[in-house]
């Protein structure tokens, strides 16, 4: 999908232990002031941009005031950004000073040139879903964490599995002896999904992957449900009962037996910006090492 954006105002957001991220938040600070554009900082960020007091503001602020986002960091940093600017409608731009990278997808020394041609209107737009996900206790919503990634059932105890019954749109699905499920998005089906045997999911499908993580039965599989269902969780009656959700790596409140999860998308997806020429399977093959040696 692609719209017409403005661009007046840029958020830049670090990973401030990120090898260099002074000299990369500089060099991007500068180079979108002589473009024309006014530029604040994420407050964490702003010590590292040298020669000057840039403008700064924490993430809600930087949410109001700005029209896209460059983020610069790992795909950590990205999904903090998008968590926080989603509600925003703010489109992001990921430069990746981490690892893997699947998200951050333009390289430091890049930089320059592919902001200035998605400055130029030169880019193609991603939208993703986001999930939503609740814990009910007594019929009561007590707590709410949003997931770009995946949401996490997992056990607190390291001596005993939970066991989860799990509900797709009222419907009972299975029950499973475990160490936990994940419900992922397709974005987030290159991360801990994967890991635990879960398919790679197109990042635009309306989809969600459930993937068990070391279940007791080996006939418990991932499988992929439609992007629109509401997933229940909840537990049967144990002896030994000890589990956490967690949401992008985000902790929530110790859970209670008798506590119902439900997980959902969220009404409104976050935005990734992309360089000319960006290709996902491209990324893929280059990540995961596919097809080595083999060119077309």
């Not at 002896?177 to 992922?184: P, Q, Y």
């Not at 902790?251 to 506590?259: F, K, N, Q, T």
């Amino acid at each position: 999908m692609t719209r017409t954006l403005t661009f007046r105002a840029a958020a830049l957001i670090g990973k401030c232990d990120a090898e260099r991220i002074a000299e990369t938040l500089t060099e991007l600070h500068d180079h979108l002031v002589k473009r024309g554009v006014e530029v604040w900082v994420e407050s964490a960020s702003a010590p590292f941009v040298r020669g000057g007091a840039p403008l700064m503001a924490n993430l809600p602020e930087l949410g109001k005031r700005c029209d896209f986002a460059v983020v610069v960091g790992g795909d950590g940093t990205l999904l903090a950004a998008a968590r926080a600017l989603a509600p925003h409608d703010v489109p992001l731009i990921g430069v990746n000073q981490g690892r893997l990278g699947f998200l951050v997808d333009i390289s430091p020394a890049d930089m320059a040139s592919h902001l200035d041609a998605i400055l130029a209107g030169q880019y193609s737009e991603e939208e993703r879903f986001m999930l939503g996900a609740s814990i009910l206790r007594c019929g009561e919503v007590i707590h709410r964490q949003s997931a770009v990634n995946d949401v996490v059932v997992h056990r607190s105890h390291a001596n005993s599995m939970i066991e989860i019954m799990t509900h797709i749109d009222g419907r009972f699905l299975n029950s499973q002896r475990s160490d936990g499920l994940i419900i992922s998005t397709p974005t987030g089906s290159t991360a801990y999904s994967l890991s635990a045997g879960g398919p790679i999911l197109s990042p635009t499908l309306s989809a969600m992957v459930l993937a068990p993580i070391n279940p007791h039965a080996l006939t418990n599989r991932p499988i992929v449900v439609e992007g629109r269902s509401v997933v229940g969780v909840s537990f049967r009656p144990s002896k030994q009962f000890g589990a956490q959700m967690v949401c992008d790596n985000v902790s929530s409140p110790e859970l209670e037996i008798s506590d119902v999860i439900e997980i959902r998308k969220e009404s409104r997806p976050f935005r990734l910006l992309h360089p000319p020429g960006y290709d996902f399977y491209e990324i893929l093959r280059a990540k995961l090492n596919w097809s080595s040696g083999y060119r077309v």
